[in-house]
Protein backbone atom coordinates (compact mmCIF):
# COMPACT_ATOMS: atom_id res chain seq x y z
CA UNK A 1 0.00 0.00 0.00
CA UNK A 2 1.24 3.66 -0.82
CA UNK A 3 0.27 6.49 1.07
CA UNK A 4 -0.22 10.34 -0.18
CA UNK A 5 0.59 13.39 0.75
CA UNK A 6 -0.68 16.87 -1.08
CA UNK A 7 1.05 20.18 -0.54
CA UNK A 8 1.65 23.30 -2.52
CA UNK A 9 -1.72 25.11 -2.59
CA UNK A 10 -3.22 28.04 -1.33
CA UNK A 11 -4.82 31.35 -2.01
CA UNK A 12 -3.62 33.20 -5.60
CA UNK A 13 -4.60 35.75 -7.96
CA UNK A 14 -5.87 34.62 -11.75
CA UNK A 15 -2.64 34.45 -14.26
CA UNK A 16 0.12 33.32 -11.16
CA UNK A 17 1.12 29.91 -10.64
CA UNK A 18 1.62 27.31 -8.29
CA UNK A 19 3.43 24.30 -7.84
CA UNK A 20 1.60 21.72 -5.91
CA UNK A 21 3.64 18.42 -4.49
CA UNK A 22 2.46 14.56 -3.70
CA UNK A 23 4.80 12.92 -1.47
CA UNK A 24 4.45 9.24 -1.32
CA UNK A 25 5.53 6.57 0.91
CA UNK A 26 5.21 2.85 2.23
CA UNK A 27 5.37 1.46 -1.16
CA UNK A 28 8.25 1.64 -4.07
CA UNK A 29 7.16 4.87 -6.16
CA UNK A 30 8.02 3.58 -9.49
CA UNK A 31 5.77 1.07 -9.36
CA UNK A 32 2.63 3.21 -9.51
CA UNK A 33 0.96 5.48 -12.32
CA UNK A 34 0.08 8.51 -10.85
CA UNK A 35 -2.46 11.13 -11.35
CA UNK A 36 -3.52 14.55 -10.81
CA UNK A 37 -7.40 14.83 -10.23
CA UNK A 38 -9.59 17.84 -8.97
CA UNK A 39 -13.47 18.58 -7.51
CA UNK A 40 -15.01 21.84 -7.61
CA UNK A 41 -17.80 22.84 -5.10
CA UNK A 42 -20.82 21.06 -6.70
CA UNK A 43 -18.74 19.05 -9.60
CA UNK A 44 -17.37 15.15 -9.90
CA UNK A 45 -13.89 14.81 -9.30
CA UNK A 46 -12.18 15.09 -12.34
CA UNK A 47 -8.87 14.13 -13.88
CA UNK A 48 -6.24 16.92 -14.47
CA UNK A 49 -2.92 15.32 -15.71
CA UNK A 50 -2.02 12.08 -15.40
CA UNK A 51 1.41 10.01 -16.07
CA UNK A 52 3.06 6.58 -16.62
CA UNK A 53 4.86 4.83 -14.50
CA UNK A 54 8.03 5.30 -16.02
CA UNK A 55 7.14 9.05 -16.57
CA UNK A 56 7.76 9.10 -20.28
CA UNK A 57 4.24 9.35 -21.42
CA UNK A 58 1.70 12.04 -19.80
CA UNK A 59 -1.99 13.34 -20.69
CA UNK A 60 -3.73 16.44 -19.99
CA UNK A 61 -7.41 17.09 -20.07
CA UNK A 62 -8.01 19.77 -22.37
CA UNK A 63 -8.72 22.56 -19.92
CA UNK A 64 -5.28 22.85 -18.71
CA UNK A 65 -3.01 21.93 -21.76
CA UNK A 66 -0.09 24.61 -22.18
CA UNK A 67 -0.70 25.77 -18.65
CA UNK A 68 -0.02 22.94 -16.39
CA UNK A 69 2.59 20.15 -16.47
CA UNK A 70 2.69 17.13 -14.25
CA UNK A 71 6.23 15.76 -13.26
CA UNK A 72 7.55 13.00 -11.24
CA UNK A 73 11.16 12.06 -9.56
CA UNK A 74 11.90 8.64 -8.81
CA UNK A 75 14.86 9.95 -6.46
CA UNK A 76 12.35 11.94 -4.10
CA UNK A 77 9.27 9.97 -4.41
CA UNK A 78 7.45 12.52 -5.33
CA UNK A 79 4.67 14.03 -8.22
CA UNK A 80 4.16 17.85 -9.21
CA UNK A 81 1.92 19.55 -10.72
CA UNK A 82 3.50 22.97 -11.82
CA UNK A 83 0.19 24.98 -12.67
CA UNK A 84 0.47 28.55 -14.45
CA UNK A 85 -1.45 30.91 -15.72
CA UNK A 86 -4.18 30.17 -13.63
CA UNK A 87 -7.63 30.87 -14.06
CA UNK A 88 -10.26 31.04 -11.64
CA UNK A 89 -12.45 28.23 -13.06
CA UNK A 90 -9.10 26.14 -12.16
CA UNK A 91 -10.33 26.42 -8.21
CA UNK A 92 -10.53 23.31 -6.89
CA UNK A 93 -9.63 20.90 -3.78
CA UNK A 94 -6.56 18.76 -6.28
CA UNK A 95 -5.47 15.12 -5.09
CA UNK A 96 -2.89 13.43 -5.84
CA UNK A 97 -3.73 9.26 -6.86
CA UNK A 98 -1.89 6.77 -7.31
CA UNK A 99 -2.83 3.33 -9.79
CA UNK A 100 -1.33 -0.12 -10.81
CA UNK A 101 0.05 -0.16 -13.80
CA UNK A 102 1.91 0.93 -16.53
CA UNK A 103 -0.51 4.03 -17.38
CA UNK A 104 -1.40 6.99 -17.90
CA UNK A 105 -4.86 6.18 -16.16
CA UNK A 106 -7.38 9.22 -16.58
CA UNK A 107 -10.39 7.60 -14.66
CA UNK A 108 -10.97 7.63 -11.27
CA UNK A 109 -11.74 3.96 -10.59
CA UNK A 110 -8.18 3.17 -11.48
CA UNK A 111 -6.52 4.52 -8.58
CA UNK A 112 -6.12 2.59 -6.09
CA UNK A 113 -4.65 5.45 -3.39
CA UNK A 114 -5.41 8.92 -2.76
CA UNK A 115 -4.25 11.83 -0.59
CA UNK A 116 -5.75 13.87 1.91
CA UNK A 117 -6.44 16.84 -0.92
CA UNK A 118 -5.03 20.51 -0.92
CA UNK A 119 -7.07 23.70 -1.81
CA UNK A 120 -6.44 25.78 -4.65
CA UNK A 121 -8.68 28.76 -4.72
CA UNK A 122 -7.84 31.18 -7.54
CA UNK A 123 -9.21 35.09 -7.27
CA UNK A 124 -10.34 37.30 -10.44
Known amino acids: QVQLVESGGGLVQAGDSLRLSCATS????????MGWFRQAPGKERDIVAA????????YYTDSVKGRFTMSRDSAKNKVYLQMNSLKAEDTAVYYCGAASGIGPFIRGYQYASWGQGTQVTVSS
Open 26 to 33: GRTFSTYA
Open 51 to 58: ISRSGGLS
